[in-house]
Every structure is written in structure tokens, then in C-alpha cells.
């Protein structure tokens, strides 16, 4: 008969039926034997055991969420002494090891940011530009290869185990390559056709790409950065447009140089026009870019635009407007 | 920066496959009877009257025995290599577990995504976050962040913060050594009109 298991579960009613003299623990104890270990190495947190018991050893599986961030190794490394010791010494069952697996990771209830690492000012290398991995132009030609060859294949296969008539469009090839000869237009186009897909095969596999992203410098080893171009251009435009008298802003960021051209209703020409450079050249250079661009700023007045008079009579139109904001 | 051996196998089959379409091409292009006629003396020029296949010569290597296993043997593997290669251009998921240093013991990547997610997102000015931490060969994660910045946020004001958030996913991933891909984009966000004064 079965007794003696200090498990929290009940023994079922099936033990009997084994022989006498032989203690078992049933799958069921050591699986909530070890659920309630890992509760206590985890307090707080529920965890999904599975075991089985083959004989007089016992193989636990744990699923469990770990506070993060923490170092999940040594967590682990701790849940795992601690099940396997706190099972083995409950059961009486021998446990070689428990397997934990990590399913979710509970980052802290209150949403604060993590505290940032001090700066290091000394940046240690100027990060080169991302380099494109080229999946889709090699995806598209492999695949295109693949079908070619993958058709040749089937159809020969098909011609010499079937002993079917080989293709038609494998026959029209054959027969048109042995009417057409070096020097006939349909050729000559070809081969034009041919040339150029090399050169665009080329083009791709020297030039970087990503044209869109700009590399960001970041202090950090490991870490590379980049932002969208549309990100840059949007932070400048929010920048420009914030600027007294600015109504419309066009900015293009392009790789090497920034145009902004924007549209003056009132005030100082020079003034805001020395307003509006500095206001995009904060925003780039808050963008921290690998290599600052140039900014080329165009302010064009309104045809309603009108040289501001004495600065101590507001007493036009426009000029009223701005008192009031 | 290259950083996988994928991108550079990729442009490197890409830069010699197109070098010999480019050679080939303008071969068979320069056969045009005008150009011909300006051609260096080296240019390697054909006979008149050649065509691209000769029926004969077909035949001829059709009656060999060797011709058909060979080529049945060529096309079959290339189409397995070209869509062996084709596939390996999908985006890997992050399905397969990280082992942990402790026999037996594994974490999901996906849970480590999901946590530097939600960290990323708490950053003051993030507007939207997606995180996703691939498996590579010998004890190396890599991590690819993407930030969506809410209006009127520079880099500036978040890099420090995100840096943290790296730092502190490679002290969890430990005996990994993390690397991490950041993009920043600006969240998508109706766009304004111009500003009235």
C-alpha cells in the first residue's frame, strides 16, 4: 500500500492496485510537488509543471515567467537546484534534473524607463552605412531559376520514364535557337536585354541600398542604429513650421544635403530666415547622423507679404495677429 | 557594414552571375551588323550564317550515352539548389529555443522580445515598438528593434533611453552576446496642414 507522500495532493484511489510492499508516487504528487517548488523559488508567479515517473526516477519539465530583467541564466540555474532538491526530498524519488523553460518574462508592473547608462562622449568609431541583404532581387532571380530548371526537369523526367512526347514550348526553344543565329534582331534584343540585367545585377551587389536609412551614431558597442530619412524630414518640417511667420514648409533629406524651402506671411525676412536655419539645423543635428548633412534653407515670402514697419505700432493687420498668439 | 555571411553570398552570386549576363549580352548584342563593323580586331566574332543551336550537333550529344543523365542530373540539382536558396531568403522566425547554460533549461525568444518590447515602449516619446531576437550560430543573439517615435521626438531624446533598453535585454540574455539592429521611424500620423498665424 501507498502512503507516506507529504504532497498537498490527495493519492488516487489506482495505487492500490499495485503490488505491496512498494511505495508510488503518482505523476500527479511530484508534478504539484514541483509546481509548489517553483513557487516557492518564484514567489508570485504561477508555473506549469509536467512529470513523469518511470520507476524510481522522476523527469520534471517546468514552464515558468521570470522577472525581467534579471539575468536569466542564473534564475534559472537557482529555480532548477531548487525544484530539483525540494522534489527529490519530498518524494523520496530520485530526480536527475529539471528542465525549465523560460515562456514569458514579466517586466516590472510600473512602467518606468530604464535608467540610462552614463554617456560616453569619446564615440569610438565613426558606424558605417547598413548594408542591404539583397533578399528580394535574390529571391526573385533564384526563384525564377528555380522554375526554369524545375520545368526542364519535370519535362525530361516525364520524357524518358513516361516516354511522353517532350513539350511544346521545350520543342519551340530548340527550334527557335537553331533559327535565329548571332546578328538577327530578335537576337541583338535579347542580348541588350541580357546586358542590362547584368548591369542591374551589378549595380545591386556593389551599392549598399537602404537609401531610406541613415545611420545614427550611437555611443553603445553592439548596437548600430539608423533612422528613416521621412523620420528626419518630418522632425525638420515640425521644427521649421514652429518658427513666427513660417506658413508652408517643403523639406527633402536627401543622403548628403537637406533643402527646406519655406513660405514667409510676416515679419523680418533676414530675421526668420536666420530663425528657420537654426531651427533645422538643431533638428539634424538632434538626429545625431553619421555625417551631418548640409542644409540648404530657401525662405520666399507670400504674395501678401508685406517688409514689417516700425516695430512699436502694431497696427496692421498681420501685425495684430502676432500680438495675439 | 556587411554584417551576415547571407548578404555577402548574395552579393557576391549577384555581382558574378550579372557580370556574366553583362558579357554575354553585349556579345550577343554587338553582333548587330552596324556595330559589328567597328569592332576591335581582338573582338571574337562568329562565322556568318551561325545559328544559336545546331540541330546537328544536338543530335549528336543526344546520341551519347552520358548526355541524358547528365543533364537530367544538372537540372534536377540546380532546381534544388535555386529553391534551397530561394527559401533561405524567407525572414527566419524565432521559433527554436534558446538554450541556457544549465543542462536541460531553455527561454523562448519571443518571451525576450516581448519583455524588451514592452520596456521600449515605456520610453517617454516611443510611440509603438516591435522587437524581434533571432538565434544565430555560437552563443550570438540578434536583436532587431523597431521604434516608432512619436511627433516632434528626435533620436536624442530617446537613444540614451534605448540604449538602456539593449543593455539591459544582453545582462538578461547573458551568456549570449546580443547585437542589436535599431531603426527609428517616425509613427505614421495624419499629416498636418500648413500653420496659420
Keep these: 500500500m501507498t502512503t507516506a507522500v507529504p504532497a498537498p495532493a490527495p493519492l488516487p484511489a489506482t495505487a492500490a492496485q499495485r503490488g505491496r510492499g512498494t511505495t508510488t508516487v503518482s505523476e500527479r504528487a511530484v508534478r504539484r510537488i514541483a509546481e509548489r517548488a517553483t513557487a516557492e523559488a518564484l514567489p508570485g508567479r504561477a508555473a506549469r509543471a509536467t512529470a513523469t515517473v518511470p520507476g524510481r526516477t522522476a523527469e520534471v519539465s517546468l514552464g515558468v515567467t521570470l522577472p525581467y530583467p534579471s539575468p536569466l541564466a542564473d534564475?534559472?540555474?537557482?529555480?532548477?537546484?531548487?525544484?530539483v532538491d525540494r522534489t527529490r526530498e519530498l518524494t523520496g524519488l530520485d530526480v536527475p534534473?529539471?528542465?525549465?523553460?523560460?515562456?514569458?518574462?514579466?517586466?516590472?508592473?510600473?512602467?518606468?524607463?530604464?535608467?540610462?547608462?552614463?554617456?560616453?562622449?569619446n564615440s569610438p568609431r565613426t558606424p558605417g552605412r547598413w548594408w542591404s541583404g539583397r533578399r528580394t532581387p535574390t529571391a526573385l532571380l533564384t526563384t525564377s531559376a528555380a522554375l526554369a530548371c524545375g520545368a526542364l526537369a519535370l519535362d525530361l523526367i516525364q520524357v524518358h520514364t513516361a516516354h511522353s512526347a517532350a513539350a511544346a514550348w521545350r520543342v519551340s526553344?530548340?527550334?527557335?535557337?537553331?533559327g535565329h543565329g548571332p546578328g538577327d534582331p530578335a537576337v541583338v534584343i535579347a542580348g541588350g536585354l541580357t546586358a542590362l540585367l547584368g548591369i542591374w545585377m551589378i549595380v545591386l551587389a556593389v551599392t549598399p541600398g537602404l537609401r531610406h536609412r541613415s545611420t545614427?551614431?550611437?555611443?553603445?558597442?553592439?548596437?548600430d542604429a539608423a533612422v528613416d530619412r521621412s523620420a528626419v524630414r518630418s522632425l525638420v518640417r515640425d521644427a521649421v513650421g514652429d518658427v513666427p511667420g513660417i506658413t508652408a514648409v517643403r523639406v527633402r533629406v536627401r543622403r548628403r544635403r537637406i533643402t527646406?524651402?519655406?513660405?514667409?506671411?510676416?515679419?523680418?525676412?533676414a530675421e526668420a530666415s536666420a530663425a528657420v536655419t537654426a531651427a533645422a539645423r538643431a533638428a539634424v543635428s538632434s538626429c545625431r547622423l553619421r555625417r551631418a548633412p548640409r542644409v540648404r534653407i530657401t525662405v520666399t515670402p507670400e504674395p501678401v507679404w508685406q517688409p514689417p514697419k516700425a516695430p512699436s505700432v502694431p497696427t496692421t493687420p498681420l501685425a495684430a495677429k502676432e500680438v495675439d498668439q | 557594414m556587411i554584417r551576415t555571411a547571407r548578404t555577402a553570398v548574395n552579393r557576391t552570386a549577384l555581382g558574378a552571375g550579372g557580370l556574366a549576363l553583362l558579357l554575354t549580352g553585349s556579345w550577343l548584342?554587338?553582333?548587330?551588323?552596324?556595330?559589328?563593323?567597328q569592332l576591335p580586331t581582338w573582338w571574337p566574332i562568329t562565322r556568318t550564317n551561325a545559328v544559336l543551336l545546331e540541330p546537328g550537333r544536338l543530335a549528336q550529344l543526344r546520341s551519347e550515352g552520358w548526355w541524358t543523365p547528365t543533364v537530367m542530373t544538372a537540372s534536377i540539382g540546380l532546381t534544388t539548389l535555386f529553391a534551397y536558396w530561394a527559401l533561405g531568403q524567407l525572414r527566419p522566425g524565432s521559433g527554436r529555443r534558446l538554450a541556457l547554460p544549465s543542462p536541460g533549461c531553455t527561454v523562448r525568444p519571443r518571451a525576450l522580445a516581448e519583455a524588451v518590447t514592452a520596456r521600449a515602449t515605456a520610453v517617454?516619446?516611443?510611440?509603438?515598438?516591435?522587437?524581434?531576437v533571432l538565434p544565430r550560430r555560437g552563443r550570438r543573439l540578434e536583436m532587431e528593434l523597431r521604434v516608432w517615435?512619436?511627433?516632434d521626438t528626435s533620436p536624442d531624446a530617446v537613444l540614451p533611453a534605448l540604449r538602456a533598453v539593449t543593455a539591459e535585454a544582453e545582462g538578461a540574455a547573458a551568456p549570449y552576446t546580443t547585437h542589436t539592429r535599431l531603426r527609428l521611424s517616425a509613427a505614421a500620423t495624419p499629416r498636418r496642414g500648413p500653420h496659420v498665424r
Design chain 1, 216 to 223: 545614427v551614431r550611437t555611443a553603445a558597442e553592439r548596437v
Design chain 1, 97 to 121: 534534473t529539471a528542465q525549465v523553460n523560460v515562456t514569458s518574462l514579466a517586466p516590472p508592473r510600473c512602467s518606468r524607463p530604464p535608467v540610462s547608462p552614463p554617456e560616453e562622449t
Design chain 2, 29 to 37: 548584342a554587338a553582333t548587330d551588323r552596324t556595330v559589328a563593323r
Design chain 1, 75 to 83: 534564475a534559472v540555474r537557482n529555480i532548477q537546484h531548487h525544484v
Design chain 2, 124 to 132: 517617454p516619446g516611443v510611440a509603438r515598438t516591435h522587437a524581434r
Design chain 1, 173 to 178: 526553344a530548340v527550334h527557335w535557337l537553331s
Design chain 2, 149 to 151: 517615435l512619436a511627433p
Design chain 1, 260 to 269: 527646406v524651402r519655406a513660405r514667409l506671411a510676416f515679419g523680418d525676412r
